[in-house]
């Protein structure tokens, strides 16, 4: 009994340094490679752009509103040349449209857009198992069993605590793929959805 008693009391310490050890080893891929993970404010073009991606989760940009330069660059106080940049990189991600009585405005995901992005997020997130289970470290292998061993508890205790182990799941799981591309594709494609979600009722598995 005391050996048991023993093992209990020493094994969340051991979780919770395996799950450290998978943080310490991302900030010494971020210290590698600096450009990695850049912090939003690095540049003009960045805080303009991040500003307005809040600005639309927060409600106060709202999917079908017409986008006007001027007005979002002295909303941010910032020149109209960075945010000129942050509308052309939100453009790219599918989040602007054309609308022929407006103009440009932030677009509104239909249900058929959704479903769309579901399904290739869907074959994404596969892939990414698949790579992780190719490329994660032992440490990344541990820290996956132990959040998945958790998902497991939470499911039958505290489904809102169940849905947030889940999405560190799958944030570790991208980690362990060991590839950036696919990481960075697959959060656009959450971000995507996750933008609109005041104004939808689709939500997209990764992200609440």
């Known amino acids: 009994?005391?050996?048991s008693s023993q093992r209990k009391t020493t094994a969340l310490p051991n979780k919770a340094i395996a799950l450290q050890k998978v943080s310490a080893q991302r900030k010494t891929d971020k210290a590698k490679n600096p450009a990695h993970d850049?912090?939003?404010?690095?540049?003009?073009?960045?805080?303009?752009?991040g500003a307005i991606r809040d600005a639309l989760r927060l409600g106060t940009i709202r999917p079908g509103d017409r986008v006007k330069e001027r007005e979002l660059a002295t909303r941010l106080g910032l020149g109209r040349t960075p945010v000129r940049e942050a509308i052309k990189r939100l453009a790219v991600q599918g989040l602007l449209?054309?609308?022929?009585?407006?103009?440009?405005?932030f677009k509104k995901?239909?249900?058929r857009d959704l479903v769309d992005i579901h399904i290739v997020w869907a074959v994404l997130q596969g892939l990414a198992a698949?790579?992780?289970?190719?490329?994660?470290?032992?440490?990344?292998?541990?820290?996956?069993?132990?959040?998945?061993?958790?998902?497991?508890?939470?499911?039958?205790t505290n489904i809102n605590q169940a849905l947030r182990t889940a999405r560190r799941l799958d944030q570790l799981i991208y980690q362990a793929s060991h590839n950036d591309y696919l990481a960075r594709h697959i959060g656009q494609l959450?971000?995507?959805?996750?933008?609109q979600s005041s104004t939808s009722t689709?939500?997209?598995a990764g992200r609440a």
């Open 1 to 3: 009994m005391a050996g």
């Open 190 to 195: 959450i971000d995507t959805v996750g933008l």
């Open 97 to 105: 449209a054309q609308d022929a009585g407006q103009g440009l405005v």
């Open 202 to 204: 689709f939500t997209i």
């Open 38 to 49: 850049a912090q939003p404010h690095a540049s003009l073009s960045d805080q303009a752009y």
């Open 109 to 111: 995901l239909g249900q």
């Open 130 to 156: 698949k790579l992780a289970a190719q490329n994660a470290t032992e440490v990344e292998i541990t820290a996956m069993r132990i959040l998945h061993d958790k998902l497991t508890g939470d499911i039958k």
